[in-house]
Nanobody, 114 residues
């Protein structure tokens, strides 16, 4: 069992930046990702990072968000810049191991004011 704990959310003005962190209680070998969800909508994949540090992003955040990982600290990050009100959501950290076992964090709220 792996525990994931997100931090770094908060309130920021449009155009501002935030960095989210996700600390794991164990190895983060596998695919790690950030998702976000707003009330009444499905959880949306924001960014993924694979074991070889290949990354992928949703079109809505390309060029503004950067996902990274520090395997020595069992931590991943999401650097968010040029934030928009539509980025407002609860952001969740996800670890997928062996292609089918999913671990989730408790989520951290990001609110972008206009």
């Amino acid at each position: 069992q792996v525990q994931l704990v997100e931090s770094g959310g908060g309130l920021v003005q449009a155009g501002g930046s935030l960095r989210l962190s996700c600390a794991a209680s164990g190895s983060i070998a596998g695919i790690m990702a950030w998702y976000r969800q707003v009330p009444g909508k499905q959880r949306e994949l924001v960014a993924s990072i694979f074991s070889g540090n290949t990354t992928s992003y949703a079109d809505s955040v390309k060029g503004r968000f950067t996902i990274s990982r520090d395997n020595a600290k069992n931590t991943i990050y999401l650097q968010m810049s040029s934030l928009k009100p539509e980025d407002t959501a609860v952001y969740y950290c996800n670890l997928r191991k062996y292609g089918f076992i999913d671990y989730w964090g408790q989520g951290t709220q990001v609110t972008v004011s206009s």
